[in-house]
């Protein structure tokens, strides 16, 4: 079965910085997605950013980019000028190609200082 | 256009007694899925409709649980004789298709707590 493993709990970062959260996973599939979801406290999950594991290129929304690191089954967010608004659980997601469901990490908040 | 929509939005109930959660995807989309959300935890998926499909129930954790959905429209999830561990918080998702990055759109969940 797949598992998705993020190993920090609470991370925090100041205001225009930047922040980079861990995610491993354990697949025996060579294609597949993988997600990172926002919570915040209205506990609407919003997507920030997806990556299709057969494309090499690290995707990236704005300020939000991947680290996909596949031999390593890694797949970290970095936060660039990290923005209050930007304070919420962060959530990574796996999804085989053939699947329906998201399997999900424990979730890792994140706090941003001013 | 409207998103997805969950109701209520929070419920408190007495252990023993049954609940019904709602869910209304978004318009058009073929694929809706339930998952379960644990105080500090990640989600755990439940249960998943794809069209006129048989449901994929892998994910109930108990027979206390069950869902229907009618078509492509309105899912219900009901938990018989409530049990204080149900305690959380039950999301709901929808997307176009299963297929491909089958993107999922979620509802802003029901908060439920059993007392």
């Known amino acids: 079965a797949q598992t998705v493993t993020q190993s920090q709990p609470e991370m925090s970062v100041q205001e225009a910085e930047t922040v980079t959260l861990s995610c491993t996973y354990d697949?025996?599939?060579?294609?597949?997605?993988l997600f990172w979801y926002k919570q915040p406290p209205s506990r609407q999950m919003i997507l920030v950013i997806r990556q299709e594991a057969y494309k090499q290129q690290n995707a990236t929304e704005n300020r939000f980019s991947v680290n996909f690191q596949k031999a390593a089954k890694s797949f970290s967010l970095k936060i660039s000028d990290s923005q209050l608004g930007d304070a919420a659980m962060y959530f990574c997601?796996?999804?085989?190609?053939?699947?329906?469901?998201?399997?999900f990490g424990e979730g890792t908040q994140l706090t941003v200082n001013p | 256009g409207a998103g997805v929509s969950q109701s209520p939005s929070n419920k408190v109930t007495e252990k023993g007694k049954d609940v019904e959660l709602r869910c209304d995807p978004i318009?058009?989309?073929?694929?809706l899925y339930w998952y379960r959300q644990r105080l500090g935890q990640g989600l755990e998926f439940l249960i998943y409709f794809q069209g006129n499909s048989a449901p994929d129930k892998s994910g109930l954790p108990s027979d206390r649980f069950s869902a229907e959905r009618t078509g492509e429209s309105v899912s219900t999830l009901t938990i018989q004789r409530t049990q204080q561990e149900d305690s959380a918080v039950y999301l709901c998702a929808s997307s176009l298709f299963q297929g491909a990055i089958g993107e999922q759109y979620f509802g802003p969940g029901t908060r439920l707590t059993v007392t």
């Open positions: 997601a796996y999804k085989e190609t053939s699947g329906s469901r998201l399997t």
């Open positions: 697949t025996s599939e060579s294609d597949y997605y």
């Open positions: 318009s058009g989309h073929t694929a």
